[in-house]
């Protein structure tokens, strides 16, 4: 990122045998109607994500201080395709051969996260005007996703989040579990939403026998740490997701992030 040659700190899509770094990947739907850049964002914010973990288990604080300046810049770029409104426009979302060229709510979800980890890192070395940056467009890319449509991504008639919004401005939506499941576990919904959430839940838990044989064989309680040098893991916020499960036999199970 780096090395980027824009100076926009990209994270590649791709590096080449010859080492060549893919910066723009731009890949086209397969009827030809949608054209977008490759994964413009995501890989930033694993790069976040990653760095947090790290942190976390080594406590190197010299490593952090090394890095810190990177880390930002690599933030930076998530926060260039951030409109006024706290809109994330990712650009382009490949998911099961789906071009979503605009704004992705799974996406969104997961850089609020990102900041809000990148805050604790500035924290713990004692940099608090980044720290409190970071917390402020964690809060706004979060109020953002729990604003109905056009300006947020809650569909107010079917009472959950929709996967994505094009440029155009129409909703696309299949129910998307993520997109679904992520604003709850990250603390941006409200009583209300949540609840949608669980009514959500318990039906696709009841009525798919094959979603329910996949579950069974992922984790199964949602676990997030107080802090990044927390040394144990404390529950700060749990999400049922089970509420169905007794009625099918399955037993109570939450879902595990870690």
Same mark, same amino acid.
């Given at each position: 990122m780096k090395e980027d040659p824009e100076g926009l700190w990209r994270d590649p899509c791709a590096i080449q045998p010859n080492g060549d770094r893919e910066y723009h990947v731009r890949r086209s739907s397969l009827d030809g109607s949608t054209n977008a850049v490759m994964f413009l964002i995501t890989g930033n914010v694993e790069v976040l =994500?990653?760095?947090?973990l790290y942190t976390a288990a080594t406590k190197d604080m010299d490593w952090l201080r090394l890095h810190i300046e990177a880390l930002e810049g690599a933030a930076s770029c998530i926060e260039d395709q951030m409109d006024r409104y706290g809109?994330?426009?990712?650009?382009?979302y490949y998911d099961d051969q789906v071009i979503k060229d605009g704004r992705e709510t799974f996406a969104t979800a997961l850089a609020a996260h990102s900041f809000n980890?990148?805050? =604790?890192?500035e924290h713990r070395l004692g940099r608090d005007e980044k720290e409190a940056h970071y917390k402020r467009v964690a809060a706004l890319l979060g109020s953002s996703l729990a604003k109905p449509l056009p300006m947020g991504y809650w569909d107010e008639t079917n009472n959950r989040f929709v996967d994505w919004v094009d440029r155009s401005g129409a909703a696309h939506d299949h129910i998307h579990l993520l997109a679904n499941i992520l604003p709850v576990l990250f603390g941006y919904t409200s009583k209300e939403q949540e609840e949608s959430f669980s009514r959500l839940w318990t039906n696709i838990w009841i009525n798919s026998s094959d979603f329910l044989l996949f579950l069974r064989l992922i984790s199964i309680s949602i676990r997030m740490p107080r802090s990044v040098m927390a040394d144990r893991t404390i529950y700060v916020r749990r999400v049922?997701?089970?509420a169905g499960m007794k009625r099918t036999g399955h037993g109570r199970k939450t879902a595990r992030y870690c």
């Open positions: =994500e990653s760095a947090w809109r994330l426009w990712s650009d382009v980890l990148l805050s =604790e890192l049922d997701i089970g």
